[in-house]
């Protein structure tokens, strides 16, 4: 039932992610202090599923580092996207 693979650890989702945007915090006026990232090719990625934030049909938001927040851009469709989310569980 699924196509998650065997090598993914209980709790964690691999996806394909490429550009994303890595929101540092706000400002003094309360605007989104943001820092675009693009790379050149996309990369396999693993990512704990108590991360995720939430996910639409283009991007994956997780938390990261020191209260930060990334918006991913990943390879694939929403509906396996949310299949795997619901498979690691």
Known sequence: ????????PKGYIEIVVGNHQILH???ANNKEIIEEVVVEKAAK???AIE???SVSE???LTTYAFGRMVYWEY?????KL?????EAK
Do not use: C, H, P, T
Request: aromatic residues 10%; positive net charge.
């Open 25 to 27: 915090g706000f400002d």
């Open 58 to 60: 283009k991007f994956i």
């Open 82 to 86: 949310k299949e795997k989310l619901a």
């Open 51 to 53: 991360r995720v934030q």
């Open 75 to 79: 390879e694939g469709s929403y509906k």
């Open 1 to 8: 039932m699924g196509n998650s693979s065997k090598s993914e």
């Open 45 to 47: 990625k693993l990512i």
